[in-house]
Structures are given as structure tokens and as C-alpha cells.
Antibody
Framework: QVQLVQSGPEVRKPGASVKVSCTAS????????ITWVRQAPGQGLEWMGW????????NYAQKFRDRVSMTADTSTGTAYMELRTLTSDDSAIYYC????????????????WGQGSLVTVSS | DIQMTQSPSSLSASVGDRVTITCRAS??????LNWYQQKPGKAPKLLIY???NFQSGVPSRFSGRGSGTDFTLTINSLQPEDFATYYC?????????FGQGTKLEIK
């Protein structure tokens, strides 16, 4: 069965960086895009960007473009999201999600999600 | 960016009720609208894609309609497990924006 397992909680100081991992199993990792979505405490969902594991192509939301990097390692089936220059506003749960292979769905339809990784930014 | 506006923001209903949640896009998104359900402490779960198509395993009491800018999610005969927060999301163009969520609570 398809699973996305994310790394554990992280605490960082303002100005630092964090790197969250998402390890996939149960499908051919290279064949499906991975998206990252975050959710601040008590807030809604925010799309951050996308990475193609097959060729490394990325597409980032303008808001994060200057300080985010999304990568994927097909040898380990793991996607990574690194966010730099953290502020308290970056405290959130970060989710990875797989894009569906259903051709009837739009390009950004997310059918499997990781369990989420809590990132806390505090001095 | 396309703004997605859901209404209502919260809703109280009873088991067995029928409820409808509305999602409006700030510009046309054709049929590229998805609905997700999120329960506390859990990741979102895909319910409906492309406005009206069921994700595998989703009960038939859930239905979606709409195109262009106006969309609805209807839940017939509410079950206890349906009390959650629901999000719409446009998959038409980046950034792929979500609505602010509709919290469905037990009356």
C-alpha cells in the first residue's frame, strides 16, 4: 500500500534552516510528483511547491521562492523540503503529498499524504 | 493568485442531516476543483476531484458539483465520522490555493 512517512518534529531558532524528509513506499517513486503543503496552528492549508522525482523539476509558490528548496532522491524514495531564514511565522505542520496518477484529475490533486512534520520556530 | 472562498466558515448539524458547503473561485478554474476532509491531528484526505468525481473509497453520500467559479460539496445523511473540516482546492494554476476551510460540528 502507498505510504508517505515524514521525519519527526523540529525546533529551530529564528534565522535558521530546517530540512524535512518524506519517504515513499508502495509505488514507483519516480513516477509521481510530490507536493509540499503547510498548515500553521489552527489555520488552513497553504501550497508551497512541487518537485518531480523523475527529473528534479520544481515549481515553487512565489511566496517561498527565495528560501525554499525541494529535492528528491530516487535511490532512497525520499523527497526533501528545506526552508531557510525561518521566522516564527514558519511554525507549522509541513505535509508532503503525492500527486494522483488519475488522468481525469487535475495536475495538482493529492491522493496520499504524509502524517505531517511539526516545525517550531522559537528563540 | 486565485482566491478560494468557502462558506460558511463553520456549520452545526445533526446526524442524518444534509449539508452543503460552497466554494467560490476569484476567477474561472473550469472543473479543476478538489475537496478534502481533515480531522483533528490528521492529514487531509481527498474526497472529490475535478469538481464531481469520487475518490476511491469515498462514501456515495458525498457529492460535488459546479464549474467555472462556483462549486458545492453536499453531504447527505450525515454520519458521526463526517464531522471534520472541509477544504476546497483549485488545481487549475499555480499556486494551487485552498479555501479557508469549513468546520462541520455536531449540533
Amino acid at each position: 500500500q502507498v505510504q508517505l512517512v515524514q521525519s519527526g518534529p523540529e525546533v529551530r531558532k529564528p534565522g535558521a534552516s530546517v530540512k524535512v524528509s518524506c519517504t515513499a513506499s508502495g509505488y514507483i517513486f519516480a513516477n509521481f510528483g510530490i507536493t509540499w503543503v503547510r498548515q500553521a496552528p489552527g489555520q488552513g492549508l497553504e501550497w508551497m511547491g512541487w518537485v518531480s522525482p523523475s527529473n528534479g523539476d520544481t515549481n515553487y509558490a512565489q511566496k517561498f521562492r527565495d528560501r525554499v528548496s525541494m529535492t528528491a532522491d530516487t535511490s532512497t524514495g525520499t523527497a526533501y523540503m528545506e526552508l531557510r531564514t525561518l521566522t516564527s511565522d514558519d511554525s507549522a505542520i509541513y505535509y508532503c503529498a503525492r500527486e494522483t496518477d488519475n488522468e481525469a484529475a487535475g495536475p495538482a490533486t493529492f491522493d496520499y499524504w504524509g502524517q505531517g512534520s511539526l516545525v517550531t520556530v522559537s528563540s | 493568485d486565485i482566491q478560494m472562498t468557502q462558506s460558511p466558515s463553520s456549520l452545526s448539524a445533526s446526524v442524518g442531516d444534509r449539508v452543503t458547503i460552497t466554494c467560490r473561485a476569484s476567477q474561472t478554474i473550469s472543473k479543476y476543483l478538489n475537496w478534502y476532509q481533515q480531522k483533528p491531528g490528521k492529514a487531509p484526505k481527498l474526497l472529490i476531484y475535478s469538481a464531481s468525481n469520487f475518490q476511491s473509497g469515498v462514501p456515495s453520500r458525498f457529492s460535488g458539483r459546479g464549474s467555472g467559479t462556483d462549486f458545492t460539496l453536499t453531504i447527505n445523511s450525515l454520519q458521526p465520522e463526517d464531522f471534520a473540516t472541509y477544504y476546497c482546492q483549485q488545481s487549475y494554476i499555480t499556486p494551487y490555493t485552498f479555501g479557508q476551510g469549513t468546520k462541520l460540528e455536531i449540533k
